[in-house]
Every structure is written in structure tokens, then in C-alpha cells.
């Protein structure tokens, strides 16, 4: 079966210090991967979207970046971080691009900058 | 522009009661519809979802969800409301060229005991 790990699961940051939390998948290949955040609880923002190795696309613009160096892994880095960075940042995959298919969610990293 | 709509921030039931929490999309197209259930701290776990077929959907721990075109709803239901089951619901659609997967804002459901 498939899994998906998060870590690390909570992150207290200075603003201006850089970002780098990271997603991996496990049990299935050559899945969509997907960066989302959270703030207060409620709306979901997709941040950024992956198809492939090194292929990224991004929904938003800002001081965050992605990058997938291998086929399961999915990295989110800031080089400085701002007070606004702060959120429940969220993984998930698919194996479709899209389309009828679910996204299957990670369990989450809570990012507090202060 | 796609969207959803959950009109509902809060929805408060009695223990035993029937639940409903609401949705409604605007997508090109045939719609796909999810159901998600997040608990606190916790990350998004897949309920339901609506491809074609039977506009009732049955899903996990008990939910069930209904497509109605002519309303652009999917309304997730529960004949019996459990103190569990509270927590935040999301509800999104994506249209069936598989572009822009959407989220509603979520409903905070609070089952009383």
C-alpha cells in the first residue's frame, strides 16, 4: 500500500532563516505530487505541483520554491522566511495528473515563524 | 472561474441526529467530487467521490454523499451523527479535463454528546 511521510512535524523559525521541509512517497511510482498550505484551519491554498522529476509548476507566486530531485520526493524551501510563511503546509499525491483521481494527503508540517 | 461553495463555516448536530454538510460547484463540464475530512493537526483523509454513475455515493465510516446536477450540489450526509465525527470538512471538484482541482473553504462540524 501506499504511504506518504511528512517531516518535520512541527517547526519554529526566525523570520529571514531559510526553509526546507520535505515529502516522500512510498509504494507507488512516478506519482503527482503537490504542495498545499493551510492557514487558521481552514482554506487550502495549492502552493505548487508536480508531474515529473524536476518538473514544477507554481500556483502562487512567493518567496517559496519546490523542487523534486527524485521520483517519490517533493522538497518546499524558503531562503528567508517571512512572518506570513507561517501554516499547516500539507503534501498529497495522485497517480493522475488531475482528473477523476483522489489526492491522498500527508499528515502535515505546522510552521510557526517568529 | 471554478469554485466551491461550502455556505456553512459551522454545523452543529445532536449525538444520534442526522448530518448534513453542504456544497456547491461551479466547473466546466461533467464534474468530479470529492469529500475530505480533516481532523485537528492531522492531515486531509479521503471520504467519497462522485465520477459517474449512481448520484448517491456511499463512503467511509459511515458517510454518503448525493450529486444533483440540476442544484450543482453534493451534499455529504450521515443518518447518525457521532461525537467522532467532528471535524473540519472539505468538499472539492475538478472538471473532467482534469484542470484545477478545487477546494471548498470547509465546515466545522460539532457533534454534541
Known amino acids: 500500500s501506499q504511504t506518504i511521510h511528512q517531516w518535520p512535524a512541527t517547526l519554529v523559525q526566525p523570520v529571514g532563516s531559510p526553509l526546507s521541509l520535505e515529502c516522500t512517497v512510498e509504494?507507488?511510482?512516478?506519482?503527482?505530487l503537490y504542495w498545499y498550505r493551510q492557514a487558521a484551519g481552514r482554506g487550502l491554498q495549492l502552493l505548487f505541483y508536480?508531474?515529473?522529476?524536476?518538473?514544477i509548476s507554481s500556483e502562487v507566486p512567493q518567496n517559496l520554491s519546490a523542487s523534486r530531485p527524485q521520483d517519490r520526493q517533493f522538497i518546499l524551501s524558503s531562503k528567508k522566511l517571512l512572518l506570513s510563511d507561517s501554516g499547516f503546509y500539507l503534501c498529497a499525491w495522485s497517480l493522475l495528473a488531475g482528473g477523476a483521481d483522489t489526492q491522498y494527503f500527508g499528515p502535515g508540517t505546522r510552521l510557526t515563524v517568529l | 472561474a471554478q469554485s466551491v461553495a461550502q455556505p456553512e463555516d459551522q454545523v452543529n448536530v445532536a449525538e444520534g441526529n442526522p448530518l448534513t454538510v453542504k456544497c456547491t460547484y461551479s466547473v466546466s463540464g461533467n464534474p468530479y467530487l470529492f469529500w475530505y475530512v480533516q481532523y485537528p493537526n492531522r492531515g486531509l483523509q479521503f471520504l467519497l467521490k462522485?465520477?459517474?454513475?449512481?448520484?448517491l455515493v456511499k463512503g467511509s465510516y459511515g458517510f454518503e454523499a448525493e450529486f444533483n446536477k440540476s442544484q450543482t450540489s453534493f451534499h455529504l450526509k450521515k443518518p447518525s451523527a457521532l461525537v467522532s465525527d467532528s471535524a473540519l470538512y472539505f468538499c472539492?471538484?475538478?472538471?473532467?479535463?482534469?484542470?484545477?482541482?478545487?477546494f471548498g473553504p470547509g465546515t466545522r462540524l460539532s457533534v454534541l454528546p
Open positions: 472539492a471538484a475538478v472538471d473532467n479535463y482534469g484542470q484545477n482541482f478545487v
Open positions: 508536480s508531474v515529473g522529476i524536476g518538473q
Open positions: 509504494g507507488t511510482s512516478n506519482p503527482n
Open positions: 462522485y465520477i459517474t454513475g449512481d448520484n
